[in-house]
């Protein structure tokens, strides 16, 4: 509430216009809509018409097909359903058209939208164990509106295979590079690119990896600049995150 | 060497407007990696004119110097120092139009560039015992190009001093939120703005801070999408990754 | 065994009321401990007829119900249980008037008494995957007398959410801020409430969340003043805490 | 700017008592966070006249004077001021009325308040290294107008020790239990007591103490209810705590 | 073959009792390891006619059975197996006269020998569930021909309970003070009885427990002196050590 | 109190020998009393005559010295001081017959007591660094009444050191086995000595001996039975243990 | 591409016997041939006619079968699967002329070729249990043509079986020592031999060993000269490193 | 000793040429020839003639000088000082004539060898901070008679630079990858190279580097093959392994 709508609200309490209470109610909703949640509110949903996300992780098949119905009924054109069992997939395929990515643990519900975003991203993996965890980042950003070029088993133990792709890498806007073990790729890929590197840990690996851990330091540690890092296995926050970052450009 | 010009060059050779010796010549100028590598240089090298970085820990003032001179000499139109101590200021500027900034440990030889990156870059910090590690970033950001707002000691303890800032975080193209102890500054953000947030967690706090692995921890885990981590005190890192981001435009 | 019990039985000795062996006896069955040490029996039963308390964990459900069974013998009005599984519930409800609480894990013989305590005890989750932890705090504070508030899914990556129920959380006398993954709830809340916050870390998350230790460190490293923590998942341990803190009153 | 007094301020402008002017000057006043979190301020103020808190590390001794200075200029009577040096307090000392706590490395600029609170606060520790955190402790809870009981040194390897003291501990309100080491103190008076209470590690060890992080696993751990645990070495944020619970009464 | 054994031999060889043949016999039939290493053996082996132990985890029932039929038939009157699982149990109990300790798995082939050790080894644990540690302990104890005293579920969030029985912790030669948690216990103990005392942790707790590392840590902090500690669920080792001291005497 | 004892004192009540006042000050003083406190108390002064100890690690000089006068003043013959720091040795000379061991940072004030304990307890040290830990050890066993053997560097990796006193080990009646780095001289000794061994990990090292840490859990898995771990460089801590055990005998 | 090859290739486009995009392509291609490619590929594909492996962890049973059976296609002579299951060895056996070694879930199809590696790999293992991973190393050296020697059960509790094989060790060119628990079986054989000791790791054990981080840190630790270490229970990379060091000869 | 040797020794006796306490005293000292000590002995020199080592750290000068000066007396041609301070240096070179190399802190005293080694040792470091432990392994190295060739600076974030040295890496016979933060030069040479990759983390960086933590947990999980891992920062042990694989050759 600026100052001179304050003035002015006070005004109509010293004219009668308003009263007392009527007064007190909007200083005490004022704070809320000044800070404006909508704007908040809007943010946080995602394009209106290109993806609405459902957690699958700790949900019943049951409870997911029900969120997933109500957001188709409200009109959603595609909804994302992520961690989804391949039990949940069957019992969501009963009742709404799923596509079941088994590889990424992914569910879509509706079509994927056309990519309107400004480039690429390139989804990287060290290895094959990296592949579920790289399917759920590049269906993420692909059902968030991105094309999205997948490159995976270049793991730096063998880098003619990664080098074999440089082109890729140079023309993307944005790269996801996922690995487990050392984590070097993020550090090798940051070197190559010249562009914004999400560094997703995998938990993929034994002993000493310790869940993810040495991943995820390597990653933190990458003395290459541009590269940053979301948490062990979090393939959602690296696609939603690249897809934001490439869909940057009107807001100046 | 872009690929482009690699051509016209090759052409040229063709056409005979260019002797296979002025040819040599041009390649030979071009470092050894240009000819595949190229981009590596590029993309590493900030854009010509900006800026050139010099991480001053672990270097004595002399050598800081000595670099900085170089690089001044080779038309560098400015140098970034991170990491100098006041003794390394005092010596640098001896010798060189050093300004010195204390609080973030940065110095800059020549001037500031005018701002040319698409939108703003808010910097935020928790506390006011963060500011070494916000001012390194915020002056990297500068430094390459950057308008950048600075947001300090919003910490979510007195979440109405984060709130009364609402309009600038909605308004920001990237966010660099920075915090010690806790660390809830990145979640709490990233849950108000709609745009890239990256967190920096600090080595501010005691106990069970543990040297910043508190802060780390809780910023991998934020449960706000959009949210990537640096390392520990990693305010050049995080500068740079904002500056990339915010300069993302042409390329499609 | 007060201390003025125990001179009005010495006073009686001494007059010739009661004879050396009737006060042996009453000295005998008072615990040997009541000559000092009484106080430690009394704090530690719950006050009469309210709620005794069974752990759950690790004991079979035979077990389970005959402790149970024992307690309402001996005239206890409610006996609350804790991690109990359903497996368990099934076999006390065949013999008790369990009522069994599935998500929290918690099972009630009797019924809850009327709240005695002097305010009410908000129990806030960051998220529903935190509801577990949440019931057992609530039904805990509520089987030992108090009135509760559930503000469950008020994590702060959508912070309207939780200021929405601002009044609920200044009008508290104790809360209980429980969290997973970054654990931000707690320093979030710390700072808007004027009482004291009892944060619980909960071992939901993935990743660097490392079993709760991340919402752990966070909490401990809260930067707002008036937060202590509890261990990770201990929903009875903060319910009966806040219980405790809620009672007080009397003594000066 | 509690809602009572909004209204009142409402219907003097209803009634024409205040005019608009005199109103928006009254607002304005008042932080902008009043007209809906005032709360949020009036909650982190601590009661007027008591005590207003300098966290003194990392801040200078000119720093520290100053902002004390305006604090006693703005009518506070009494300024805490935790974690000062004794270079800061000489230097304080020689612009105000200063009393340093060397052990508890504490200022107070003013007079401690009478005790208000409703009853006693037992500070207790483990060992007499353990002083300096209790006496933060200690002084916070004074200058917060508590009255304080020092327990020092009854630790559980002489529980008789302890035992010797068993009156204060069972007529405590709130008991700040302070150990390094194996942190075993923190169980056995929320063993002994009926009150909440408050555990703080101590980095005081050294081998597998791994600077208080033994104590703070065990404070954790603690097998008694009734107990909870701030950061390591954080006197203040107990004494801060134990303030908050003993003055708790008036609300219901 | 202790060394006055060797040069008795060596005195009949020189004096022609024994011939060389007999003598290379004799020596051929103690293990290469007699001729100097002969302790190595000797000291490891149980006296014999007490007991040999089969470390049951990670072998398959039958490789149990068959090992502890190969010990009795050799003449051993006593087998211990620790770790041995129910199904085990049954195999074994088909073929050798077993009797099984289910609480803690461990299996006893032969007649318990009568105590022969100088005196008393006190078993004490802080709650019931440490008991499977506990019985571990104390049935390797009685096994190796200790007199064992259980005192369990005496943690130090009750006191009195551990109190009530200070008299024979005064009397106990040896305690072994097993804990989860917080581990305290080791200290209150250590503090108040003047034997040597051996704490084992284990893996009871969860949340910060981390598998026993709580109780660790604290134990290896104890500020009692006398107190030494093995590893996190190491019943048989605590009984094993225990044996050890309860038996020295001789020596000298 | 015993309960004839009890009786009695009821009986002097009945028969007015003992006023009401005065058998309530018998019975309040009585559980300190019949706990046995003048045991625990004994228990913990060590045997009269021999030594008393003072922990001088974050003490002054001057507190040292008085506290040591102060017991010399008592009648005390020796003084054991730990953790003794040079300039604290000059200042305690200059007022008290001091012997100063400089690389165990040991004071002895006094004179050491002959050998009274039933054996001799052997010291090793895997290297020349881990002395200050050894030599704190094995003055404080020889100020406690022991015989000491000092077997300094025979660590693992030169394992003919080792076993050249193979004798001396075989001989012992307790050992210390003091070890940084990787800490296997605990498992080697356990397997070599019928004894039992304190192993004493130190903080010598480097990298990823992390402060102790590597060398404590080595030697908590030892595969060798007999071993028990204390602190790490707890020298005293062994020492003290080490000569309990040797002096071990009467009881039974 | 070396400078006279940059120099010819410019002039055949000079005169026109090449085509610009022809000298494009070569330009482009040149890096990666240049830098050797050939020989990455080389260097990785393990010397023909020896072994290929398959590592088996993650993969289906269909998996390991289609790609063994397409690698004897090729004419692979023999194909090492490393942790491969029962289950995917019944399967494969189907198909191809399996052998499977059950204890180092090992399948070998082919023939183990004659040793040609120069002398003799000892794999020797602290206990029993770590057979799995020493069976692991074991068949991976001999199907990459090593003469192996198997020393299981050497731990150093028992340090005369150790030594009872001196040597083996004495005489081995390369040797792996694996251990769980403490691990310092790598330090006593880097102490006793005087090649290259490769340490391994193993999880084996329980509480302290913490998943085999134990064995790690001590390993690492290793105070004798000449060890170094791979992953925990990472018995392949051992053999592999081992066999590259025995074949080292050639080359100068 | 073999059985006809004990024959033999056993028919002395009888015969009485040998006393019993002579056979007694042999028979002793058996196991300890038996086992070789003398090869013991002898693999742990250094060849003869080459170097002999002084490891520096936590040895005054003054030690230093005198053990070193011994070592010369004894004909030693060669002596190595790793971890020396220039001050050490300083008082040395008073005596004897020392090369003080600053930069690793080594110190030689006399002529560095003449490369013996079958092929040359490749020392790379991934950044210029990682200098001294690289020097300390090159100049062991060198010490130890093997030819090295230094890669410094050539870290993964630069991809090209390493690449431009692609040749050299080939034509090592071993290599030593040292790099701190992320560690990852040790994959990505392992990757290219096809001799054994010793890998050496550095304490080189800051925040989640946990002092070199990063490195070693990324260099133990290097998913190429032929990589073995020492202790952080170990240049020594690094240098002196390669040369033991570099010399390997004669035996088989």
């Known amino acids: 509430m600026e100052q001179k709508e304050l003035h002015s609200l006070l ?10 209470d009527q007064a007190m109610l909007q200083l005490k909703l004022a704070p809320f809509e000044d800070l404006g949640f909508a704007k908040l509110d809007t943010h946080r949903a995602i394009r209106q018409g290109v993806a609405e996300v459902i ?6 098949p049951e409870q997911i097909r029900d969120i997933a119905s109500a957001m188709i009924q409200r009109g959603q054109k595609l909804v994302l359903i992520t961690r989804m069992t391949e039990e949940a997939a069957e019992l969501v395929a009963a009742a709404l058209p799923l596509k079941y990515h088994k590889i990424g643990h992914v569910g879509l519900v509706g079509k994927l939208p056309e990519p309107d975003g400004c480039g690429s991203i390139v989804v990287a993996t060290g290895g094959t164990s990296d592949m579920p965890v790289a399917e759920e980042a590049a269906l993420t950003a692909e059902a968030l509106g991105n094309r999205v070029e997948r490159l995976y088993d270049v793991g730096v133990a063998g880098l003619h ?4 792709h440089a082109d890729e890498l140079m023309r993307a806007r944005v790269i996801i590079a996922i690995a487990g073990m050392e984590g070097a790729l993020a ?21 000493a990896s310790f869940g993810g851990l040495s991943a995820l330091l390597s990653m933190l540690n990458s003395c290459a600049s541009g590269v940053s890092v979301v948490n062990i ?13 490439n869909h940057l450009g009107g807001k100046a």
Do not use: H, W
Not at 55 to 60: C, I, L, S
Not at 187 to 207: E, F
């Open 11 to 20: 005004e109509q309490v010293s004219s009668g216009v308003l009263s007392v």
């Open 55 to 60: 957690y699958g992780a700790g949900k019943t």
């Open 161 to 164: 295979r990664l080098l074999a």
């Open 187 to 207: 550090s090798v890929i940051g070197g190559l690119a010249d562009c914004p590197v999400i560094a997703v840990p995998t938990s993929v690996g034994y002993g």
């Open 233 to 245: 296995d979090n393939g959602f926050g690296a696609g939603y995150l690249a897809s934001m970052i």
